[in-house]
């Protein structure tokens, strides 16, 4: 995070953080009764991989990245950034929503500037807030407040918030899941982008099998609750792609079998 | 009857184009409309004979008559004022119904006397009261005032204080909420007896009155608007490196803000309401203590005087919180 003042346009050094889940289970309390949503899951990811959780919903996908942000802990194994054991929430691992969670209260400037004010630095590097709507093609909308935006709107904040912390692990749950069709094809390119230009390592959590191949290095389905980690497919397609591409339309059908849509 | 005025006036009523429609974007007939009423009024208490005297006829007629050259002159001019002139000419009915209910007001009481002294007053009578007992309302004003803002602002910031707590801590929330609760439904005036014991001037206990009945509304709200915000925006707040304190006043405090506003309304109304009865508490000065005092001697007309002074206080304060709340949540708008 040094020499943050730089505008994050220019091509910095990647930086990223590789992640390692050794035995992770995961149960929730509830009301007495325990529900076991992930069941040992191990799972490395190198640095700078983009990698997509399939699986069917309500599986515990989300669950594994709010573990991996460190807002919850796991109830047995143990889950490291870079061999440091992760015991908390850290900027350098941002989660970004379904819902885009904009603070209501506070203009896009403002919410986009939520990490860096959080951690007193925003005064310091408040060009880093504009640099970064400026990436996400919402330099105009900053004096807007969230209701005023459109769904694609509020999640490229969503996203700017969290990218302005350059953070080296990007945790995506299903941030294009509400969005139209059309609103969710061009920011699935732009995410791409980022990721390519950023460097960061990013965890994709969606249940949409072509979304997945598009975006991801390697694809990781998982089975129902409590999750293990059914299958694997590494993506070698080159980037940008595109979803009529015959390796992936055949790596497609291969995914959709092991989630027992086989068509 | 004002949909009947409106029409008349020809500005805001739908008539079909005729040749006299210059005439009507020349003339606002609800100015003339008005003029007249006022000016009836006016020659009403200056023409007709006392049944019972009162002061102040002539102020009032002087008054009343001003008020109607100055609607015979807006008749004229208003058609020509662009947008003022539309807000006037919006209010136009209520012109006219002022001035009849004036004219009315003034024969009914001190020409005909079918309302009878003491217990109803003309319209001049309230004049007089505000021309003789100027010096003296006006202390009561500032008295009221101070033991509002003192109880009321205290109230405030103590219940505010307290919601956030107990929103927030669930320690806080285990001990405190169980009295909340129990004391919370009791009228703040039952207290009266206690005050007088544990406070060292009556003057301090009736602050404590207001205060209270004041600060538990927004005490209740605020703990319930801090409690119910979207535990995401903690999480995001969390994730991105905030500290406890950071989530306090930087999240739950605007998150909760429409919760407090609406305790804030209610602690206003409620300050309002034992204002009056804590201003019995052996005060000297007051318009709660006013009213008392007057309806002791019968003066009707200085009890009405001050309850028209008490309403656009009232009215006022509510203005000025509503202004409040519009600044500050028009984050909000595309929710309401």
């Known amino acids: ?263 | 009857m004002s949909n009947a005025l409106e029409t008349l006036g020809g500005r805001t009523g739908t008539s079909p184009p005729t040749s006299l429609s210059g005439l009507r974007q020349a003339v606002w007939r609800n100015g003339l409309l008005a003029a007249a009423a006022w000016a009836a009024a006016a020659l009403a208490t200056i023409g007709l004979p006392d049944v019972v005297p009162w002061g102040g006829a002539q102020l009032f007629a002087g008054i009343v008559a001003a008020g109607a050259t100055i609607f015979l002159a807006l008749s004229v001019v208003v058609p020509r004022l662009g947008r003022l002139g539309d807000r006037i000419a919006h209010y136009g009915p209520w012109f006219i119904v002022i001035g009849v209910w004036l004219a009315l007001w003034e024969l009914t009481t001190a020409k005909f006397g079918w309302l009878p002294k003491p217990f109803f007053s003309p319209p001049n009578g309230l004049l007089n009261v505000y021309v003789t007992e100027a010096p003296r309302l006006v202390l009561c004003i500032a008295y009221t005032l101070r033991l509002w803002s003192l109880g009321f602002l205290s109230g405030v910031a103590v219940g505010y204080a307290l919601g956030v707590a107990l929103g927030w801590s669930k320690r806080v929330s285990y001990w405190g909420m169980p009295i909340l609760k129990l004391i919370g439904p009791v009228p703040a005036t039952a207290w009266i007896p206690c005050t007088f014991y544990f406070f060292p001037t009556t003057f301090a206990a009736s602050v404590f009155i207001v205060a209270l009945a004041s600060g538990i509304p927004v005490t209740i709200l605020t703990s319930s608007g801090v409690g119910s915000v979207n535990r995401a925006y903690y999480d995001v707040g969390r994730n991105l490196g905030a500290s406890d304190w950071y989530l306090i006043s930087r999240i739950a405090v605007p998150a909760s803000l429409p919760h407090v506003f609406v305790g804030l309304f209610m602690g206003l109304y409620y300050s309002f309401a034992v204002l009056v009865v804590a201003e019995m508490l052996g005060a000297k000065f007051g318009l709660g203590w006013y009213i008392q005092f007057q309806t002791a001697y019968s003066g009707y007309a200085n009890v009405y005087a001050t309850l028209l002074i008490m309403a656009l206080l009232c009215a006022g304060i509510v203005r000025l919180l509503f202004l409040a709340r519009d600044r500050l949540l028009n984050w909000q708008k595309g929710f309401i």
């Open chain 1, 1 to 263: 995070m040094a020499g943050a003042a730089t505008a994050l346009r220019q091509e910095r050094p990647a930086q990223s953080v590789a992640v390692e889940l050794r035995g992770v289970s995961h149960n929730f309390d509830l009301g007495g009764s325990r529900l076991a949503v992930l069941n040992v899951i191990d799972l490395s990811v190198a640095a700078g991989e983009f990698i997509a959780l399939l699986g069917p919903s309500g599986c515990g996908k989300s669950t594994l990245l709010r573990l991996i942000s460190g807002l919850e802990q796991p109830s047995a194994g143990s889950i490291a950034a870079d061999g440091e054991p992760i015991n908390g929430p850290d900027p350098s691992r941002i989660l970004v929503f379904q819902d885009p969670t904009l603070f209501p209260w506070a203009t896009v400037w403002n919410n986009v500037a939520t990490g860096l004010n959080a951690r007193g630095v925003l005064n310091q590097q408040r060009a880093r807030v504009d640099a970064t709507l400026d990436l996400v093609g919402l330099r105009v909308f900053k004096g807007a407040y969230p209701h005023q935006l459109s769904g694609g709107m509020a999640q490229r904040a969503a996203l700017a918030r969290a990218l302005v912390n350059d953070p080296a692990l990007l945790l995506l749950d299903e941030p294009l899941g509400k969005l139209d069709s059309l609103t969710r094809l061009s920011l699935q390119g732009e995410l791409v982008a980022l990721w390519r230009k950023a460097g960061f390592t990013a965890i994709l959590v969606t249940h949409d099998v072509e979304e997945a191949l598009l975006l991801a290095s390697r694809v990781i389905v998982l089975s129902e609750r409590p999750a293990r980690i059914r299958a694997e497919f590494q993506v070698d397609r080159p980037y940008p792609r595109h979803r009529d591409d015959p390796e992936l339309v055949a790596l497609r059908r291969q995914v959709l079998s092991t989630l027992g849509l086989a068509t």
